[in-house]
Protein backbone atom coordinates (compact mmCIF):
# COMPACT_ATOMS: atom_id res chain seq x y z
CA UNK A 1 0.00 0.00 0.00
CA UNK A 2 1.32 3.25 -0.86
CA UNK A 3 1.53 6.42 1.86
CA UNK A 4 0.36 9.65 1.66
CA UNK A 5 3.52 12.29 1.53
CA UNK A 6 6.74 13.21 0.29
CA UNK A 7 8.58 10.13 1.46
CA UNK A 8 9.03 7.43 -1.21
CA UNK A 9 8.36 10.25 -3.79
CA UNK A 10 9.99 10.36 -7.18
CA UNK A 11 9.26 13.93 -8.87
CA UNK A 12 8.62 13.61 -12.82
CA UNK A 13 8.78 15.86 -14.92
CA UNK A 14 7.21 14.94 -18.06
CA UNK A 15 8.71 18.12 -20.92
CA UNK A 16 11.42 19.94 -18.62
CA UNK A 17 12.30 22.43 -21.60
CA UNK A 18 8.52 23.60 -21.16
CA UNK A 19 7.89 22.95 -17.78
CA UNK A 20 11.26 23.93 -16.44
CA UNK A 21 11.55 27.23 -19.65
CA UNK A 22 13.10 30.81 -17.91
CA UNK A 23 10.65 33.53 -17.99
CA UNK A 24 11.83 35.22 -20.85
CA UNK A 25 11.89 31.90 -22.95
CA UNK A 26 8.60 31.43 -22.16
CA UNK A 27 7.55 35.24 -22.68
CA UNK A 28 8.90 34.82 -26.21
CA UNK A 29 7.39 31.74 -27.17
CA UNK A 30 3.96 32.75 -26.32
CA UNK A 31 4.62 36.13 -28.22
CA UNK A 32 5.19 34.14 -31.14
CA UNK A 33 2.08 31.56 -30.76
CA UNK A 34 0.21 34.89 -29.84
CA UNK A 35 1.59 37.05 -32.94
CA UNK A 36 0.28 33.56 -34.99
CA UNK A 37 -3.08 33.47 -33.51
CA UNK A 38 -4.28 36.67 -33.84
CA UNK A 39 -3.49 36.32 -37.38
CA UNK A 40 -5.54 33.15 -37.83
CA UNK A 41 -8.78 34.59 -36.06
CA UNK A 42 -8.74 37.74 -38.00
CA UNK A 43 -8.45 36.05 -41.01
CA UNK A 44 -10.89 33.36 -40.64
CA UNK A 45 -13.08 33.98 -37.59
CA UNK A 46 -15.59 36.73 -38.85
CA UNK A 47 -16.85 37.19 -35.01
CA UNK A 48 -13.12 38.25 -33.96
CA UNK A 49 -12.43 40.38 -37.62
CA UNK A 50 -15.67 42.54 -36.29
CA UNK A 51 -14.61 42.28 -32.86
CA UNK A 52 -11.13 43.88 -33.28
CA UNK A 53 -12.27 46.08 -36.34
CA UNK A 54 -14.62 47.90 -33.90
CA UNK A 55 -11.84 47.81 -31.24
CA UNK A 56 -9.57 49.43 -34.42
CA UNK A 57 -7.32 46.91 -33.55
CA UNK A 58 -5.10 45.02 -36.84
CA UNK A 59 -3.47 42.12 -36.11
CA UNK A 60 -0.16 44.15 -36.82
CA UNK A 61 -0.82 45.86 -33.62
CA UNK A 62 0.38 43.10 -31.86
CA UNK A 63 3.54 42.22 -31.37
CA UNK A 64 3.68 40.09 -28.41
CA UNK A 65 2.50 38.65 -25.13
CA UNK A 66 2.76 42.22 -23.82
CA UNK A 67 -0.20 43.64 -26.37
CA UNK A 68 -2.34 41.02 -24.90
CA UNK A 69 -4.54 43.54 -22.91
CA UNK A 70 -5.63 45.50 -26.54
CA UNK A 71 -7.20 42.19 -27.86
CA UNK A 72 -11.04 41.83 -27.23
CA UNK A 73 -12.82 39.57 -24.52
CA UNK A 74 -14.36 36.27 -25.51
CA UNK A 75 -17.31 35.14 -22.97
CA UNK A 76 -19.59 31.96 -22.94
CA UNK A 77 -22.60 34.09 -24.14
CA UNK A 78 -20.60 34.67 -27.62
CA UNK A 79 -19.75 30.67 -27.90
CA UNK A 80 -24.11 30.44 -27.39
CA UNK A 81 -24.46 33.30 -29.82
CA UNK A 82 -21.94 31.40 -32.52
CA UNK A 83 -22.95 28.21 -31.79
CA UNK A 84 -22.40 25.24 -32.60
CA UNK A 85 -20.01 26.01 -35.46
CA UNK A 86 -19.94 29.74 -35.99
CA UNK A 87 -16.23 30.63 -34.39
CA UNK A 88 -14.59 27.80 -36.30
CA UNK A 89 -11.11 28.83 -37.66
CA UNK A 90 -10.59 25.91 -39.66
CA UNK A 91 -12.91 24.51 -42.43
CA UNK A 92 -15.75 22.24 -40.51
CA UNK A 93 -14.10 18.97 -42.21
CA UNK A 94 -11.38 19.20 -40.17
CA UNK A 95 -12.70 18.73 -37.15
CA UNK A 96 -12.11 16.04 -35.44
CA UNK A 97 -13.86 16.09 -32.37
CA UNK A 98 -16.67 18.11 -30.38
CA UNK A 99 -17.49 18.32 -26.55
CA UNK A 100 -19.62 19.79 -24.69
CA UNK A 101 -21.20 20.81 -21.36
CA UNK A 102 -24.53 21.92 -20.26
CA UNK A 103 -24.94 24.90 -18.89
CA UNK A 104 -28.44 25.48 -16.22
CA UNK A 105 -30.31 26.96 -18.87
CA UNK A 106 -30.31 26.58 -23.01
CA UNK A 107 -28.44 25.34 -25.44
CA UNK A 108 -24.99 23.61 -24.38
CA UNK A 109 -21.52 25.40 -24.95
CA UNK A 110 -19.72 23.34 -27.75
CA UNK A 111 -16.30 23.34 -28.38
CA UNK A 112 -14.83 21.79 -31.89
CA UNK A 113 -11.14 20.16 -32.01
CA UNK A 114 -8.71 19.45 -34.81
CA UNK A 115 -7.05 16.47 -34.48
CA UNK A 116 -3.99 18.26 -33.33
CA UNK A 117 -5.97 19.86 -30.77
CA UNK A 118 -7.11 16.41 -29.85
CA UNK A 119 -3.37 15.36 -29.63
CA UNK A 120 -2.31 18.69 -27.53
CA UNK A 121 -4.99 17.91 -25.31
CA UNK A 122 -3.85 14.41 -24.51
CA UNK A 123 -0.02 15.39 -24.12
CA UNK A 124 -1.16 18.13 -21.52
CA UNK A 125 -3.38 15.42 -19.37
CA UNK A 126 -0.06 13.18 -19.85
CA UNK A 127 2.05 15.98 -18.33
CA UNK A 128 -0.44 16.24 -15.68
CA UNK A 129 -0.71 12.85 -15.14
CA UNK A 130 3.12 12.34 -15.04
CA UNK A 131 2.97 15.76 -12.60
CA UNK A 132 0.85 12.79 -10.09
CA UNK A 133 3.76 10.24 -10.03
CA UNK A 134 2.18 8.36 -12.75
CA UNK A 135 3.92 6.47 -15.39
CA UNK A 136 3.71 4.15 -18.37
CA UNK A 137 3.37 1.20 -15.87
CA UNK A 138 0.27 2.65 -14.47
CA UNK A 139 -3.68 1.71 -14.65
CA UNK A 140 -6.39 4.25 -14.42
CA UNK A 141 -9.53 3.49 -13.46
CA UNK A 142 -11.46 6.52 -15.08
CA UNK A 143 -15.17 7.09 -13.65
CA UNK A 144 -15.36 10.65 -14.83
CA UNK A 145 -18.50 10.39 -17.37
CA UNK A 146 -17.36 9.53 -21.28
CA UNK A 147 -19.89 11.74 -23.96
CA UNK A 148 -19.46 15.41 -24.52
CA UNK A 149 -18.56 16.10 -20.91
CA UNK A 150 -14.33 16.45 -21.60
CA UNK A 151 -13.71 14.48 -18.22
CA UNK A 152 -13.99 10.80 -19.26
CA UNK A 153 -12.49 11.58 -22.74
CA UNK A 154 -9.67 14.16 -21.63
CA UNK A 155 -8.33 11.35 -19.09
CA UNK A 156 -8.46 8.76 -21.22
CA UNK A 157 -6.59 10.58 -23.95
CA UNK A 158 -3.80 11.26 -21.18
CA UNK A 159 -3.53 7.98 -20.34
CA UNK A 160 -2.99 6.65 -24.04
CA UNK A 161 -0.56 9.64 -24.40
CA UNK A 162 1.52 8.27 -21.23
CA UNK A 163 1.56 4.76 -22.44
CA UNK A 164 -0.65 3.91 -19.27
CA UNK A 165 -3.88 1.22 -19.19
CA UNK A 166 -6.99 3.30 -19.30
CA UNK A 167 -9.59 1.93 -17.90
CA UNK A 168 -12.60 3.22 -19.29
CA UNK A 169 -15.82 2.96 -16.51
CA UNK A 170 -17.57 6.07 -17.29
CA UNK A 171 -19.52 6.91 -14.09
CA UNK A 172 -22.27 4.82 -11.94
CA UNK A 173 -22.64 1.67 -9.78
CA UNK A 174 -20.36 2.25 -7.31
CA UNK A 175 -20.41 -1.43 -6.20
CA UNK A 176 -19.00 -2.53 -10.08
CA UNK A 177 -16.83 0.28 -9.89
CA UNK A 178 -15.21 -1.10 -6.87
CA UNK A 179 -14.78 -4.45 -7.95
CA UNK A 180 -13.52 -3.29 -11.59
CA UNK A 181 -10.92 -1.16 -9.36
CA UNK A 182 -9.60 -4.01 -7.51
CA UNK A 183 -9.87 -6.76 -10.09
CA UNK A 184 -7.63 -5.13 -12.34
CA UNK A 185 -5.37 -3.35 -9.84
CA UNK A 186 -6.04 0.32 -10.53
CA UNK A 187 -3.16 2.37 -9.66
CA UNK A 188 -4.81 5.62 -9.98
CA UNK A 189 -8.41 6.61 -10.06
CA UNK A 190 -9.95 9.45 -11.51
CA UNK A 191 -13.74 11.55 -10.92
CA UNK A 192 -14.94 14.41 -9.24
CA UNK A 193 -13.99 15.00 -5.83
CA UNK A 194 -17.53 14.47 -4.31
CA UNK A 195 -17.85 11.32 -5.92
CA UNK A 196 -14.23 10.17 -4.83
CA UNK A 197 -15.36 11.00 -1.11
CA UNK A 198 -18.51 8.66 -1.42
CA UNK A 199 -16.28 6.00 -3.35
CA UNK A 200 -13.58 6.38 -0.99
CA UNK A 201 -16.02 5.87 1.64
CA UNK A 202 -17.47 2.80 0.18
CA UNK A 203 -14.56 1.03 0.06
CA UNK A 204 -13.72 1.92 3.34
CA UNK A 205 -17.36 0.47 4.41
CA UNK A 206 -16.72 -2.60 2.49
CA UNK A 207 -13.63 -3.62 3.90
CA UNK A 208 -11.65 -3.00 0.64
CA UNK A 209 -9.20 -0.62 1.31
CA UNK A 210 -5.64 -2.62 1.69
CA UNK A 211 -7.19 -4.68 -1.68
CA UNK A 212 -6.80 -1.88 -3.23
CA UNK A 213 -3.15 -0.97 -5.28
CA UNK A 214 -3.99 2.57 -5.74
CA UNK A 215 -1.52 5.37 -5.02
CA UNK A 216 -2.95 8.31 -6.69
CA UNK A 217 -6.62 10.14 -7.12
CA UNK A 218 -7.01 12.89 -9.79
CA UNK A 219 -9.68 14.69 -8.98
CA UNK A 220 -11.52 18.12 -10.45
CA UNK A 221 -14.27 19.82 -12.65
CA UNK A 222 -15.68 21.15 -9.42
CA UNK A 223 -14.03 23.18 -6.25
CA UNK A 224 -12.55 21.34 -3.29
CA UNK A 225 -10.94 22.17 -0.44
CA UNK A 226 -7.47 21.03 0.92
CA UNK A 227 -9.47 19.45 3.97
CA UNK A 228 -11.66 17.27 1.24
CA UNK A 229 -7.94 16.31 -0.42
CA UNK A 230 -6.90 15.28 2.77
CA UNK A 231 -10.01 13.21 3.89
CA UNK A 232 -9.68 11.42 0.54
CA UNK A 233 -6.03 10.76 1.02
CA UNK A 234 -6.40 9.33 4.60
CA UNK A 235 -9.43 6.91 3.91
CA UNK A 236 -7.18 5.84 1.17
CA UNK A 237 -3.86 6.46 1.47
CA UNK A 238 -2.90 7.87 -1.34
CA UNK A 239 -2.04 10.98 -3.03
CA UNK A 240 -4.77 13.14 -4.51
CA UNK A 241 -4.08 15.91 -7.06
CA UNK A 242 -6.53 18.93 -8.25
CA UNK A 243 -7.06 19.04 -12.11
CA UNK A 244 -8.66 22.06 -13.51
CA UNK A 245 -9.77 22.63 -16.77
CA UNK A 246 -12.71 23.44 -19.14
CA UNK A 247 -14.19 22.28 -22.70
CA UNK A 248 -13.93 25.76 -24.48
CA UNK A 249 -10.02 25.92 -23.80
CA UNK A 250 -9.94 21.80 -23.76
CA UNK A 251 -11.19 19.94 -21.00
CA UNK A 252 -9.05 18.56 -17.79
CA UNK A 253 -5.28 19.18 -18.60
CA UNK A 254 -5.36 22.86 -18.18
CA UNK A 255 -3.75 22.57 -14.85
CA UNK A 256 -3.10 20.39 -12.31
CA UNK A 257 -1.15 20.69 -8.60
CA UNK A 258 2.13 18.99 -8.21
CA UNK A 259 2.68 17.03 -5.05
CA UNK A 260 3.56 20.47 -3.01
CA UNK A 261 0.04 21.31 -3.45
CA UNK A 262 1.43 25.48 -3.59
CA UNK A 263 -1.68 25.77 -6.30
CA UNK A 264 -1.80 24.56 -9.80
CA UNK A 265 0.39 24.62 -12.71
CA UNK A 266 -0.83 25.89 -15.44
CA UNK A 267 0.47 25.03 -19.01
CA UNK A 268 1.15 28.31 -20.11
CA UNK A 269 2.44 27.85 -23.71
CA UNK A 270 -0.93 26.38 -24.77
CA UNK A 271 -3.17 28.49 -22.73
CA UNK A 272 -2.43 31.93 -22.11
CA UNK A 273 -3.51 32.63 -18.31
CA UNK A 274 -4.55 36.74 -16.81
CA UNK A 275 -6.39 37.19 -13.34
CA UNK A 276 -8.47 40.53 -13.93
CA UNK A 277 -10.62 41.98 -11.73
CA UNK A 278 -13.73 40.62 -12.73
CA UNK A 279 -15.38 44.55 -12.39
CA UNK A 280 -12.58 46.74 -14.04
CA UNK A 281 -10.90 43.70 -16.11
CA UNK A 282 -7.82 45.46 -14.57
CA UNK A 283 -4.48 43.07 -14.20
CA UNK A 284 -4.79 41.57 -10.57
CA UNK A 285 -0.78 41.64 -9.24
CA UNK A 286 0.44 38.07 -7.81
CA UNK A 287 -1.61 36.48 -4.92
CA UNK A 288 -4.65 39.20 -5.87
CA UNK A 289 -8.00 37.16 -6.27
CA UNK A 290 -9.65 37.81 -9.72
CA UNK A 291 -11.46 35.70 -12.60
CA UNK A 292 -9.04 33.94 -14.81
CA UNK A 293 -9.05 34.53 -18.55
CA UNK A 294 -7.61 32.29 -20.99
CA UNK A 295 -6.37 32.94 -24.52
CA UNK A 296 -5.47 29.76 -26.82
CA UNK A 297 -2.56 29.84 -28.13
CA UNK A 298 -1.65 26.73 -30.19
CA UNK A 299 -5.78 25.70 -30.75
CA UNK A 300 -6.82 25.55 -34.47
CA UNK A 301 -10.17 24.41 -34.20
CA UNK A 302 -12.06 26.82 -32.16
CA UNK A 303 -9.69 29.38 -31.23
CA UNK A 304 -10.84 31.88 -27.82
CA UNK A 305 -9.09 35.26 -27.62
CA UNK A 306 -9.11 36.59 -23.91
CA UNK A 307 -11.70 33.73 -22.47
CA UNK A 308 -13.75 35.14 -19.32
CA UNK A 309 -13.85 31.94 -17.31
CA UNK A 310 -15.63 32.96 -14.27
CA UNK A 311 -13.51 30.96 -12.18
CA UNK A 312 -12.24 32.90 -9.00
CA UNK A 313 -8.44 32.42 -7.85
CA UNK A 314 -4.97 33.89 -8.17
CA UNK A 315 -1.78 33.72 -9.59
CA UNK A 316 2.19 32.98 -8.87
CA UNK A 317 4.57 33.34 -11.29
CA UNK A 318 7.59 32.32 -8.49
CA UNK A 319 9.54 29.10 -9.13
CA UNK A 320 7.91 26.03 -7.77
CA UNK A 321 9.78 23.64 -4.83
CA UNK A 322 9.31 21.00 -7.41
CA UNK A 323 11.13 23.15 -10.03
CA UNK A 324 8.67 23.84 -12.48
CA UNK A 325 8.72 27.25 -13.82
CA UNK A 326 5.12 27.05 -14.83
CA UNK A 327 2.50 29.60 -12.95
CA UNK A 328 0.54 28.35 -10.62
CA UNK A 329 -3.48 29.72 -9.81
CA UNK A 330 -4.58 28.89 -6.34
CA UNK A 331 -7.52 26.24 -5.56
CA UNK A 332 -10.71 27.76 -6.75
CA UNK A 333 -12.57 29.73 -4.37
CA UNK A 334 -15.67 29.14 -6.68
CA UNK A 335 -17.01 31.23 -9.79
CA UNK A 336 -18.45 34.34 -10.04
CA UNK A 337 -21.67 33.00 -10.37
CA UNK A 338 -21.79 30.60 -7.88
CA UNK A 339 -20.81 32.76 -5.34
CA UNK A 340 -23.88 33.13 -3.22
CA UNK A 341 -24.51 37.03 -1.76
CA UNK A 342 -26.44 36.58 1.44
CA UNK A 343 -27.65 39.63 3.52
CA UNK A 344 -24.72 41.47 1.86
CA UNK A 345 -21.82 38.84 2.58
CA UNK A 346 -20.30 36.96 -0.01
CA UNK A 347 -20.51 33.08 0.67
CA UNK A 348 -18.81 30.28 -1.36
CA UNK A 349 -19.60 26.48 -1.05
CA UNK A 350 -15.86 25.58 -0.48
CA UNK A 351 -16.22 28.18 2.37
CA UNK A 352 -19.00 25.11 3.94
CA UNK A 353 -17.31 22.92 3.03
CA UNK A 354 -14.16 23.60 5.02
CA UNK A 355 -15.68 24.37 8.16
CA UNK A 356 -17.69 21.14 8.29
CA UNK A 357 -14.33 19.35 7.49
CA UNK A 358 -12.50 21.45 10.38
CA UNK A 359 -14.76 20.41 12.86
CA UNK A 360 -12.77 17.28 12.91
CA UNK A 361 -15.67 14.71 13.20
CA UNK A 362 -19.46 14.28 13.44
CA UNK A 363 -20.64 15.29 10.68
CA UNK A 364 -19.59 14.50 7.11
CA UNK A 365 -18.63 16.54 3.84
CA UNK A 366 -21.72 16.27 2.61
CA UNK A 367 -24.17 18.97 2.60
CA UNK A 368 -26.52 20.93 0.39
CA UNK A 369 -26.99 25.26 1.12
CA UNK A 370 -29.85 26.40 0.43
CA UNK A 371 -30.62 30.07 0.32
CA UNK A 372 -34.58 31.73 0.36
CA UNK A 373 -36.31 34.70 0.84
CA UNK A 374 -38.28 35.07 4.05
CA UNK A 375 -39.95 38.43 4.74
CA UNK A 376 -37.53 40.53 2.50
CA UNK A 377 -34.81 38.77 4.62
CA UNK A 378 -32.33 36.42 3.01
CA UNK A 379 -32.15 32.92 4.75
CA UNK A 380 -29.34 30.66 4.31
CA UNK A 381 -30.44 27.10 5.75
CA UNK A 382 -27.18 24.45 5.41
CA UNK A 383 -28.28 20.95 5.35
CA UNK A 384 -25.09 18.51 6.87
CA UNK A 385 -24.80 14.40 6.79
CA UNK A 386 -24.22 13.28 10.48
CA UNK A 387 -21.23 11.47 10.04
CA UNK A 388 -22.30 7.51 10.04
CA UNK A 389 -20.17 6.80 13.23
CA UNK A 390 -21.34 9.48 15.37
CA UNK A 391 -25.31 8.80 14.42
CA UNK A 392 -27.08 8.98 17.53
CA UNK A 393 -31.01 8.59 18.61
CA UNK A 394 -30.05 10.71 21.58
CA UNK A 395 -31.92 13.85 20.56
CA UNK A 396 -29.65 15.78 23.38
CA UNK A 397 -26.64 14.74 21.28
CA UNK A 398 -27.90 15.89 18.00
CA UNK A 399 -28.76 18.91 19.51
CA UNK A 400 -25.24 19.69 20.90
CA UNK A 401 -23.87 18.75 17.35
CA UNK A 402 -26.33 20.93 15.47
CA UNK A 403 -25.51 23.88 17.73
CA UNK A 404 -21.97 23.39 17.32
CA UNK A 405 -22.14 23.36 13.20
CA UNK A 406 -24.28 26.35 13.34
CA UNK A 407 -21.35 27.91 15.33
CA UNK A 408 -18.49 27.01 13.42
CA UNK A 409 -20.61 28.12 10.21
CA UNK A 410 -21.57 31.36 11.63
CA UNK A 411 -17.45 31.93 12.32
CA UNK A 412 -16.70 31.08 9.00
CA UNK A 413 -18.64 33.01 7.23
CA UNK A 414 -20.01 35.93 8.48
CA UNK A 415 -23.92 35.18 8.62
CA UNK A 416 -25.42 33.10 10.72
CA UNK A 417 -26.94 29.99 8.71
CA UNK A 418 -29.66 27.68 9.75
CA UNK A 419 -28.69 23.86 10.21
CA UNK A 420 -30.77 20.89 9.30
CA UNK A 421 -28.94 17.52 10.47
CA UNK A 422 -29.88 14.91 8.15
CA UNK A 423 -29.30 11.15 8.40
CA UNK A 424 -26.20 9.59 6.66
CA UNK A 425 -25.81 9.12 2.66
CA UNK A 426 -29.90 11.11 2.54
CA UNK A 427 -27.96 13.99 0.83
CA UNK A 428 -27.78 12.72 -3.08
CA UNK A 429 -24.50 11.54 -4.67
CA UNK A 430 -23.55 12.64 -7.69
CA UNK A 431 -21.43 10.53 -10.03
CA UNK A 432 -20.66 14.54 -11.76
CA UNK A 433 -20.35 17.60 -10.60
CA UNK A 434 -22.16 18.13 -7.33
CA UNK A 435 -24.91 20.22 -6.97
CA UNK A 436 -24.41 22.11 -4.00
CA UNK A 437 -26.95 25.74 -3.99
CA UNK A 438 -29.99 25.51 -4.61
CA UNK A 439 -31.44 29.55 -4.37
CA UNK A 440 -35.12 29.51 -4.28
CA UNK A 441 -34.80 33.84 -4.62
CA UNK A 442 -34.59 33.44 -8.14
CA UNK A 443 -37.40 31.57 -8.55
O1 LIG B 1 -15.25 20.26 -15.84
C1 LIG B 1 -13.42 19.73 -17.32
C2 LIG B 1 -12.85 18.83 -16.32
C3 LIG B 1 -13.18 17.51 -16.32
C4 LIG B 1 -11.93 19.31 -15.39
C5 LIG B 1 -12.60 16.64 -15.41
C6 LIG B 1 -11.34 18.47 -14.49
C7 LIG B 1 -11.67 17.16 -14.49
P1 LIG B 1 -16.62 21.88 -17.98
O2 LIG B 1 -17.73 20.90 -17.85
O3 LIG B 1 -16.54 22.72 -19.20
O4 LIG B 1 -15.24 21.15 -17.95
O5 LIG B 1 -16.67 22.80 -16.70
C8 LIG B 1 -15.68 23.77 -16.49
O6 LIG B 1 -15.79 23.47 -14.08
O7 LIG B 1 -14.97 26.65 -15.47
C9 LIG B 1 -14.81 25.46 -13.33
O8 LIG B 1 -15.88 26.30 -12.89
C10 LIG B 1 -15.14 24.04 -12.95
N1 LIG B 1 -13.90 23.29 -12.65
C11 LIG B 1 -13.24 22.46 -13.45
N2 LIG B 1 -12.16 21.95 -12.80
C12 LIG B 1 -12.15 22.51 -11.57
C13 LIG B 1 -11.30 22.39 -10.43
C14 LIG B 1 -14.72 20.39 -16.94
N3 LIG B 1 -10.27 21.60 -10.39
C15 LIG B 1 -15.87 24.44 -15.15
N4 LIG B 1 -11.62 23.16 -9.35
C16 LIG B 1 -14.76 25.42 -14.85
C17 LIG B 1 -12.68 23.99 -9.37
C18 LIG B 1 -13.27 23.37 -11.49
N5 LIG B 1 -13.53 24.11 -10.38
Known sequence: ???????????????????????????????KKLVDLVHRVYNNVEFYRKKMDDLGIEPGDIKGIEDIGKLPFTTKEDLRD?????????????????????????????????????????ECVARALTMAGLTAEDRIHVCYGYGLFTGGMGLDL??????????????????????????FGATAFACTPSYAVYLAESIQEAGLVDHMQLKAGIHGAEPWTEEMRKKIEDILHINCFDIYGLCEITGPGVALDCIHHEGLHVYEDHFYPEILNPSTQEPCADGETGELVFTTLSKEGMPLLRYRTK???????????????????SKFTGRTDDMKVIRGVNVFPTQVETALLSMGGGVAPHYLMIVDRENNMDVLTVMVEVDERYFSDEIRKLDELKNKVGAVLKQALGVSVRVKLVEPKTIQRSEGKAKRVIDNRQM
Open 82 to 122: NYPFGLLAVPQKQIARVQGTSGTTGKLTLASYTQKDVEVWG
Open 311 to 329: DLTSIDHSTCKCGRTLPRI
Open 1 to 31: MAGVSLENWQERIRDPKIECMSRDEMSALQS
Open 158 to 183: GAQALGAMAIPMSAGNTQRQMMCMED
